[in-house]
């Protein structure tokens, strides 16, 4: 699938009529629209993440399952996303499907490899990129592999094959469980056996689990787990570079992100893998984007957009405000559940140059009813306030909605998605915006940020030079002596106005000029 400077012109124009009536003379006033996209080819896309389980139910029984995603991909093209993330979609015993029973099928509850096939032919025609989560760290303890080699090594089989595809033990060491007298590492819990990732032979399995995803048409991968991968930072780093190195040979566009959750450091050590990308942790939950937004503090995005290009070198940096794990629960709860807040940290995470990722619900402002639990975060997505197909609860998972779902969403111009749609054209529309170098001119207001973002495409012919200037202030503000055309403004509230050289900012507004 190739996406060329197309503009999904076609498409847009439909959605432009109808959002243009209902958007451009909001409060936000008439700079607050829709643009032409100029989406280029390469592996800079908004993502959004989806738990299949919680997301669209297409036949009633209760589980979202892949053909209610091909149902919603129309949705989120429209709201400006160019890849999707499934999380496991393959055979597992738990709900959530980090423990794979079989890594070349698809659960049953979430359908067929035919849905799978033709969910990818569906998003591609969209222009729609689709990874999948590649949970190999370790297989559930059911998977025939590990099963096998268990009972041989408990004396209760003839010669497995499996036998060396799993760390064993004869006595207890630190993550490693016990059955039937034998020991085996299984850092995540005693369900999940870690594989032994040096074996050639687990190697070329993987391998070919790669390609066989690959030749499905699906576009990259998510990497679980990539801090567990060895007891060493410089093997689990290596096996990064495998798994590139790896999907690159099936398709040479494959993006790989990976998940190693930690700091700076480590992250930017995972970053000599090769790998495109790595999850930008300390910017999400209670990090960069939220200390900013609570402490109206310039210097604060900055330091989050100077650190993530510091860790990210050459390669794509991958911030996000919200996961199905991190721990604290959706973004809509770290904004204590203030609708102005919730959308002016996505409008800040916008600003961010790489792929971003959005967790499925964040748009609408779901939160999870306990931040510290993992199902509540992984609720039934509300597609409207009828609940209508509403899929049930994971185990263990309670729900409260506070904010309208999407089709009433879709209907308010000044709703949280219709704010989500806004900055997701932003970046599909300045390429600069995405993919830009950024500079800071400092201005004596601390609650002012004022950015210039630089990008060059030579082949693309693209030079692309944005100011950007932020009020992160609760209260209106006024910026003296800018020059340029305000080309797009994002508000939470009023418009913002040009007159002269000055700018009159409403609280939490982005203006954005050429
Ligand atoms: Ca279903």
């Known amino acids: 699938m190739k996406k060329k400077i197309i503009s999904f012109i076609c498409m847009l124009t ?22 032409e996209e100029n989406i280029i080819d390469d592996n800079y896309d908004n993502y959004y993440e989806i738990f299949v389980y919680s997301f669209c139910d297409s036949d009633g029984d209760g589980y979202g399952d892949l053909n209610g995603v091909t149902q919603k991909l129309d949705y989120l093209r429209d709201l400006g996303y160019t890849g999707i993330w499934l999380m496991p979609i393959m055979p597992s015993p738990s709900y959530h499907g980090y423990d794979v029973t079989d890594y070349y099928a698809v659960n049953e509850k979430y359908g067929t490899l035919e849905d799978y096939e033709n969910l990818i032919e569906k998003a591609h025609e969209l222009g ?4 999948i989560d590649l949970v190999v760290n370790h297989t559930s303890s059911q998977h025939p592999w590990f099963k096998s080699a268990l009972n041989y090594k408990k004396g209760l089989g003839t010669e497995s094959t499996y036998a060396d595809w799993y760390n064993f033990a004869t006595s207890m060491k630190p993550n490693y469980h016990q059955n039937g007298g034998v020991w085996y590492e299984g850092q995540f819990d005693s369900g999940m056996p870690d594989l032994n990732l040096e074996n050639t032979k687990v190697r070329a399995e993987i391998d070919n689990i790669i390609k066989f995803w690959i030749e499905k048409g699906t576009d990259g991968f998510r990497l679980d787990g990539c801090l567990y991968y060895s007891s060493g930072m410089s093997l689990s780093v290596e096996f990064c570079k495998f798994i590139k ?4 040979k099936y398709n040479p566009d494959a993006y790989i992100v990976g998940e190693a959750w930690d700091g700076q450091l480590i992250i930017k050590q995972f970053y000599e893998s ?15 984007i939220a200390k900013a937004v609570n402490a109206k503090s310039a210097l604060q995005v900055w330091k989050g957009m100077t650190a993530i290009t510091e860790v990210s070198g050459d390669y794509i940096p991958a911030p996000f405000l919200s996961n199905h794990d991190n721990g604290v629960g959706r973004i809509a709860g ?9 959308k002016f940290a996505y ?20 939160v999870s009813k306990n931040a510290t639990s993992d199902p509540d975060v992984r609720v039934g997505m509300l597609w409207d306030n009828d609940r209508t197909g509403m899929t049930q609860l994971p185990p263990g998972a309670s729900s409260e909605y506070i ?24 970046r599909n529309a300045f390429p600069a915006l995405m993919r830009g170098s950024a500079e800071r001119t400092v201005l004596p207001d601390a609650n002012i940020l004022y950015l210039t973002k630089t990008y060059k495409n030579e082949a693309l012919n693209i030079d692309q030079t944005l100011k950007i200037i932020v009020n992160l202030s609760d209260v209106s503000k006024k910026v003296e002596d800018v020059e340029g055309t305000l080309a797009q403004s994002i508000c939470v509230s009023d418009s913002i106005k040009f007159s002269g050289s000055t700018l009159t900012m409403p609280k939490y507004s982005i203006a954005i000029l050429t």
Request: glycine share 10%; hydrophobic share 40%.
């Open 347 to 366: 409008g800040l995470l916008s600003l961010f140059s790489g792929s971003t990722f959005t967790y499925y619900g964040d748009e609408i402002g779901m």
């Open 245 to 248: 190195q790896t999907a690159v």
């Open 403 to 426: 904010f309208d779902g999407v089709a009433e969403q879709l209907k308010d111009s000044n709703s949280i998605l219709n704010y989500y749609k806004l900055c997701n054209n932003a």
């Open 14 to 35: 439909a959605c432009v009529t109808l959002v243009c009536a209902a958007v451009c003379f909001s409060a936000c006033g008439p700079k607050n629209q829709l643009l």
């Open 274 to 288: 090769g790998a495109d990308s790595f999850f930008y942790f300390p910017a999400a939950g209670n990090g960069d």
């Open 334 to 342: 770290r904004m204590a559940r203030d609708e102005d807040k919730i």
């Open 128 to 131: 729609i990129k689709v990874i």
